[in-house]
């Protein structure tokens, strides 16, 4: 029975066996068949892309790939093979990589017509922002082209190669803070520049500072581009190995723990939320937030788009420049021989008595070249940002680059080449001086790929540059950065090699000391600290969101990459759907409209040039009127009487402006009084500085003078001066004859010359346009000199008789609507003009200046607020 039954199972089996044995056969055989011919066409392909190590079957050269840095490998083959280019295939995929300049130029920059798509990027792009980004986008088709062209106009508004110097003002103020914080607290440096780069960064998108280090949105931003950055280097783990195995990337989340969580678009929500808030909030409507939300209707903007282009500027701009800091923080300590001629020139151009600014630039060049050579030497974005792929086959140099193919630009192997920068791993800023032996051709008037090719070159470029000159140089300016001493006394060594092995590196942690370099220069750095913080107090409206994205991946990024800072915050929570993100809300949106940076009392002529200036450079102000028109504060002062409450309407001010003249013994003394007695609780100007308007006219001696010489100081106005001085932290710009717009020194010649006797007493005139007052003052307002008076003119000493001649051959030359009786009376001019020359015996106009009387020296103003005048001469 047993028997009969096992025949009868057998006798069943048998066959089914067969079939089955039989269709796995044939399936292992058509497998077979599909990898031999797929390998076939690999090696086919293989003979006529760039050279590169023999690719596997299915997995390429993957498993080939160094745990770390892999562009170091790819610099290698590239001198193995003796070619520019070489070809690593990741999976069944060829990816190209340039490791020489000349080879990236040619392709990315000359051919960027072809050049400008990106790739399929499974991991960066797929699972993570996707065709939303700006980034990732694809430019193959005419719509995706119009698309990207979108985004990056937009963009370009936003941080622009002209756009950027509007944020000169706070980008400056936010350096002079890291300066401030590095005397404070020096062994926090990467503290201080994670700041400050997200910092800006967030004023620009959403008008709003980032105060403190701690704030979530450095903490957790940072993190997530330091896990984001390691996780897509082209490399033999997950998640990259899904780039060779793409279909491990459909697995659900929950059961495919490769996929690092990724797919979530996690930061989407966080920052349209950060974004809608900025419109909605009254003050800095030209924030880049508010702009997203005025085009919105015209370019169709979607939400996932809005929150790309703003997230876009913190996720691309905020690692990056802080990184870039830190560099230069390393090679200073590496290689201290590269300061001095950096401190010379400051010591030279700059001085102890102000920090740098932009205008420096040109008059500094050793200092210029320091700050290339720091993007040169550790480039932040080692392997160029993101591929590009060319949208047609194109061939070079006889190699094929297949459309569509992953084709990138190895930074480290372009700035190492010894034939472009000998010794590459010395910093070195000769090597960007011009005629210098250590400089040498390379391809593009930069001298650095540092920002990537083409029409896809990094929108952030001129906001980076701009902004790591301004830090670099007053850093330099302001600290001797050097080995840190142990115990004993000898420098801990650094080293220049140890560096993340993200696609954005940075220096790992390194001890360094950094001191201020004179004790002139630390007082410096302090008044323009809290000078600064004053000025960017009108960006402290707060944010009622904080990012706090609690899920598991993200507490990843803060387990792996953050600074043990957690997140723990209780307040009301918000919960975005499924999406695991959530914001918190905390306090409220607190802007002071009760304190400003610049108060002006008494807003006349000189305002009209001086309220645009300080709108441009975003310093906050408010101004009086005695009528309140234009939107001023209506506001009389009256010396006499001693009530105080006039003063009250008056917003507390870091400098109260004082354009209207005060005379003799008291009135200086009563405006202090009723200002501080009305304004004692006020947190952000305790004691004001006053600047007052003055003549130069007090200084009458008919030789040279400058500020420093005897004036006359029984003079009304001069005695009041003195008492402003006296009572308060004051100082007195005394201003030449004021001209600009409809108020031209020529319109004044018949009031104050009626007769020839007039004309012959004429000397020299001194004039200042109104545009260069109102730069005086805000120069003064950010570099205040308590105690001070100064001469402002535009540094001529003009003839009368000379100016006078001028303006009525002028008149003669061009008579068109002109009426005969001001023709006669420019003959008249002319004619004393002649005479006075021969009864005096002038043999040429202008007179020697020793034939005028007074003349004034206004030099030392200029010079010490390192601006000039950009009026020139009146005519
Ligand atoms: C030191 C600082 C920075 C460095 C070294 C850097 C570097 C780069 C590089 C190498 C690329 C890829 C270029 C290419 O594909 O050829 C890139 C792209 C990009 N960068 Fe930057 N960047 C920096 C700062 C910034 C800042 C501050 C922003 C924004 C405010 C920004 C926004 C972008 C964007 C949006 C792209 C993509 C452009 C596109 O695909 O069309 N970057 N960056």
């Not at 065709?131 to 990732?136: G, K, R, S």
Request: charged share 25%.
């Amino acid at each position: 029975m047993l028997f009969h039954q096992l025949l009868s199972s057998y006798s069943v089996r048998l066959p089914e066996q067969f079939e089955l044995w039989h269709a796995g056969a044939s399936l292992l055989a058509a497998g077979l068949t599909a990898l031999v011919v797929d390998y076939a066409y690999m090696l086919y392909m293989r003979s006529k892309l760039p050279p590169g190590p023999f690719p596997w079957p299915v997995v390429g050269n993957t498993f080939m790939l160094p745990d770390n840095k892999p562009w170091i490998w790819f610099e290698e083959l590239s001198k193995t093979y003796n070619a520019q280019l070489i070809t690593i295939w990741i999976g069944r995929n060829p990816t190209i990589w340039i490791n020489d300049a000349w080879a990236a130029s040619e392709l990315f920059d000359k051919r960027a017509g072809i050049y400008s798509s990106r790739p399929r990027m499974l991991v960066f792009a797929e699972l993570g922002a996707g065709q939303d980004n700006l980034l990732n986008m694809y430019t193959t088709t005419p719509e995706q082209r119009d698309r990207w062209r979108v985004h990056r106009k937009l963009i370009h508004y936003g941080v622009g190669i002209q756009s950027v110097r509007r944020y000169r003002q706070f980008q400056n103020n936010e350096s002079r803070v890291v300066a401030y914080d590095l005397l404070k607290a020096p062994d926090d440096y990467v503290k201080h520049f994670e700041r400050y780069a997200t910092s800006v960064v967030s004023i620009i998108a959403f008008g709003r500072r980032v105060e403190s280090w701690d704030d979530p949105i450095i903490t957790e931003v940072i993190a997530m581009m330091h896990l984001a950055a390691d996780l897509n280097v082209p490399g033999k783990k997950f998640p990259m190995l899904m780039e060779t195995f793409p279909f491990l990337a459909r697995f659900p989340n929950q059961i495919a723990p490769w996929k690092y969580g990724l797919g979530k678009k996690r930061a989407f929500h966080f920052f349209y939320a950060l974004a809608d808030e900025a419109v909605k909030k009254v003050g800095h409507e030209d924030s880049f937030a508010n702009y997203l939300f005025s085009e919105r209707p015209k370019y169709n903007l979607r939400e996932a788009e809005i929150s790309a282009l703003t997230g876009n500027l913190f996720g691309a701009g905020s690692d990056t420049s802080s990184s870039t800091l830190i560099t230069f923080i390393l090679a200073c300590c590496a290689f201290p021989e590269a300061l001095k001629p950096a401190w010379e020139e400051l010591d030279r151009v700059v001085g102890p008595y102000r920090s740098p600014t932009w205008e420096d630039e040109d008059n500094m060049p050793y200092v210029k070249a320091f700050v290339k050579e720091v993007l040169r030497w550790r480039s932040v974005a080692i392997i160029g940002g993101q591929p590009h792929a060319p949208t047609q086959d194109d061939y070079y140099k006889g190699w094929l680059i297949p459309k569509g193919a992953w084709i990138q630009g190895n930074i480290w192997a372009i700035h190492h080449n010894e034939r472009e920068f000998p010794d590459p791993d010395r910093f070195n800023p000769n090597r960007f001086l011009p005629g210098h032996p250590d400089n040498r051709p390379f391809p593009g008037e930069k001298g650095y790929m540092t920002f990537g090719w083409g029409r896809r070159v990094c929108t952030g470029q001129a906001l980076a540059e701009q902004g790591t000159w301004i830090t670099v140089t007053r850093v330099l300016w302001g600290f001797n950065v050097q080995r840190k001493k142990s115990a004993d006394g000898k420098p801990i060594e650094v080293d220049i090699f140890n560096y993340t092995n993200g696609l954005n590196m940075r220096p790992r942690p390194f001890e360094c000391s950094i001191a201020p370099r004179s004790e002139e220069i630390r007082k410096t750095i302090e008044r323009e600290g809290r000078q600064a913080l004053e000025e960017l107090e009108q960006y402290r409206g707060e944010t009622k969101y904080r990012m706090s994205t609690f899920y598991s991946r993200n507490n990843l990024a803060m387990d792996l990459y953050g600074d043990g800072t957690k997140l723990n915050r209780t307040q009301a929570v918000f919960n975005f759907g499924n999406t695991g993100i959530m914001l918190v809300m905390e306090g409220s949106t607190t802007l002071n409209q009760r304190s400003v940076s610049l108060l002006i009392l008494g807003a006349g002529w000189t305002s009209t040039f001086l309220i645009p200036l300080l709108k441009r450079e975003g310093v906050k102000h408010a101004a009086t009127t005695t009528d309140g028109r234009d939107g001023t504060i209506k506001f009389r002062f009256d010396p006499r009487s001693t009530d105080n409450s006039a003063f009250e309407v008056l917003p507390a001010a870091k400098t109260v402006l004082i354009t209207f003249p005060l005379k003799g013994a008291g009135q200086a003394s009563r405006l202090v009084q009723g200002y501080a007695e009305t304004h004692r609780d006020a947190a952000a100007a305790p004691k004001p500085s006053y600047i007052q308007l003055g003549v130069t006219s007090i200084w009458n001696a008919p030789h040279w003078q400058d500020e420093n010489d005897a004036y006359d100081a029984a003079n009304p106005r001069a005695v009041a001066e003195d008492e402003l001085m006296r009572c308060a932290e004051a100082s007195v710009l005394s201003l030449a004859g004021l001209y600009g717009a409809d108020r031209q020194p020529r319109h004044w010649v018949r009031r104050v010359v009626k007769s020839k006797s007039d004309l012959k007493a004429k000397g020299a005139l001194h004039v200042v346009h109104g545009a260069d007052v109102a730069r005086a003052i805000l120069a003064l307002h950010r570099n205040f000199t308590p105690r001070k008076r100064w001469i402002v003119c535009d540094m001529h000493v003009y003839d009368w008789w000379d100016l006078v001649q001028d303006w009525a051959m002028q008149t003669l030359t061009n008579p068109e609507d002109v009426e005969e009786t001001e023709l006669d009376s420019q003959r008249e001019l002319l004619a004393w003009v002649g005479e006075l020359m021969v009864e005096q015996n002038v043999r040429a106009l202008p007179r020697d200046t020793t034939a005028v009387g007074r003349r004034l020296d206004g030099r030392g103003f200029w010079y010490y607020m390192g601006i000039w005048p950009t009026q020139g001469r009146v005519r």
